[in-house]
């Protein structure tokens, strides 16, 4: 059987006081939201923080909703208020594709937004999601809130941007006319993380590639992110030809390590076959052919 | 430190370790076996029970963040020597072998028939999809939920 080390526990009953008890604690205090990352590390030992301060109270962050031009997701959003969410399926069907195939509905009614993308897992669908689509990270800490730009967000396995006496407050993706966008993921059995994960998202102008993003998880890319593939796309027609480039493109910009989940080989494969049908899919939802 | 929740409608009040997981609480603490507890990865299901409502895996909940909230385990689903339809169906369609994953899979499936009272076979099988039969190969359990979705009114527990 396998329990965690001691640990404290506090309750926080809003966004400063959470801040204020992570200053006062210090680095070993972890936030905790729905412990479906941080409580198996704390079985396993890989964690071993000496006070969590539980934010499950903090239920005014979450929320998604449409503000101006931003879609905006409340880091106490759960996985299950993503994947039900109407708004965020209107601007961004991904986030319904990723969610429906991350974890499983019971997990799913726990985890977190701002707890996914903290955590960073190489593997995490929402990282890639997020990369994708370029989202801003929203950091608060006791003298203000910064915002932090997608690529700069994820500085490595498991790290982050968010500091000491800093935490994650929300997510902004900007509304962009014309815009699809797809999550392509192979999974060895239902509720297990990626072998291969990819998400696009493709705003046309006619027949024209204006922006795009692509997204990759578990194959370690670099913040996530194919911005090769991208590089190719951008300002192209959006062709079957121009798909193959970027697919080959993001498959090789990728470094995949074999594990029980696949060889390297089988990783990278699917990094081009998966980049090919998201960019298919975020396409003709970008022309209206699907919903 | 104290920890004071709702437990089928009771409240109950215990002095525990914040590390405690609430599976093992509400086991050991509190005597309710029902509960079961089959893995060390929140891949099993066998501990489903819901809090506040919601079903949650109670090996990836420790006890103190449960502290103020409700939680309902399968002991509650029976009222007044009546069992609730969802088990009703898993007696009369044989939706249990070993019975291990059953407390899990029935808390899971009524709160399915809660919020969709009429779910087709896929979306049954995208309920339980986080949790594990090792005996009955799911088919059996798909019938049981499709059972109680049909039969509403409780009977009478037949000994
Ligand atoms: C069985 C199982 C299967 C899973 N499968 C998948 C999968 O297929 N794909 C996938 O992407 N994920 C998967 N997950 C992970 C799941 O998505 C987790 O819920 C999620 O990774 C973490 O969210 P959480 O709210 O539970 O975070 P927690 O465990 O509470 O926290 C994780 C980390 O983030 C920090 N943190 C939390 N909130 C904040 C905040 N607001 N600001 C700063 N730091 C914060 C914590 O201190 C901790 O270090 C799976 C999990 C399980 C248990
Ligand atoms: S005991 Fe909770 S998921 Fe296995
Ligand atoms: S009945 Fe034996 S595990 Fe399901």
């Not at chain 2, 990865?41 to 909230?69: F, H, I, Y």
């Amino acid at each position: 059987m396998q329990v965690p080390a001691p640990v404290e526990y506090e309750r926080a009953t809003s966004v400063d006081d959470a801040i204020a008890k992570l200053e006062r604690y210090g680095p070993e205090a972890r936030l905790i939201a729905g412990g479906h990352s941080l409580i198996p590390m704390m079985k396993l030992r890989l964690a071993r923080p000496e006070v969590l301060i539980d934010i499950n109270d903090l239920t005014d962050l979450a929320y998604i909703k449409r503000e101006g031009d931003e879609l905006r997701i409340g880091a106490m959003a759960r996985h299950r208020d993503l994947l039900e969410s109407h708004v965020a399926f209107e601007y961004y069907p991904i986030f319904r594709d990723a969610e429906e195939v991350i974890a499983d509905p019971v997990v799913r009614n726990r985890g977190t937004i701002g707890g996914s993308i903290c955590q960073a897992d190489p593997s995490e669908d929402l990282s890639a999601a997020f990369a994708a689509v370029k989202a801003d990270m929203v950091i608060q800490s006791s003298s203000g809130e910064r915002i932090v730009p997608n690529p700069e967000f994820h500085r490595g396995p498991y790290t982050t941007a968010v500091g000491d006496g800093e935490m994650l407050t929300e997510v902004r993706v900007a509304i962009r006319p014309g815009c699809g966008s797809a999550y392509e993921k192979v999974e060895r059995r239902v509720g297990d993380w990626a072998v291969t994960a990819v998400g696009a998202c493709i705003q046309l102008d006619g027949d024209t590639i204006t922006e795009v993003g692509i997204g990759l998880a578990a194959v370690s890319a670099q913040h996530f992110r194919s911005a090769g593939a991208e590089d190719i796309l951008r300002g192209g027609p959006a062709t079957e030809e121009q798909f193959a480039a970027a697919a080959a493109a993001a498959a090789e910009g990728c470094n995949p390590s074999s594990d029980q989940r696949g060889p390297a080989d089988y990783k990278r494969h699917l990094a081009r076959v998966l980049t090919l049908r998201a960019l298919r899919r975020a396409t003709a939802r970008a022309r209206g052919q699907e919903a | 430190m104290q920890v004071t929740m709702t437990v089928n409608g009771k409240e109950v009040t215990r002095d525990v370790e914040p590390r405690l997981l609430l599976v093992h609480f509400i086991r050991d603490e509190l005597g309710l076996t029902g509960t079961h507890w089959g893995c060390d990865t929140s891949n099993c299901g066998a501990c489903v029970l819901w809090m506040d409502g919601e079903p949650v895996k109670s090996c990836t909940v420790l006890t103190p963040m449960a502290a103020g909230r409700e939680i309902r385990t399968v002991e509650d689903l029976e009222q007044d020597g009546v069992l609730d339809p969802i088990q009703q169906g898993f007696v009369s369609q044989h939706g249990l072998q070993c019975g291990f994953c059953t407390p899990g899979m029935m808390m899971t499936c009524r709160h399915l028939l809660d919020h969709n009272p009429d779910p087709s076979e896929h979306e049954i099988r995208v309920a339980i999809s986080g949790q594990i039969c090792r005996c009955t190969g799911y088919e059996n359990i798909v019938r049981s939920v499709r059972w109680a979705a049909e039969h509403t009114t409780s009977e009478e527990v037949s000994a």
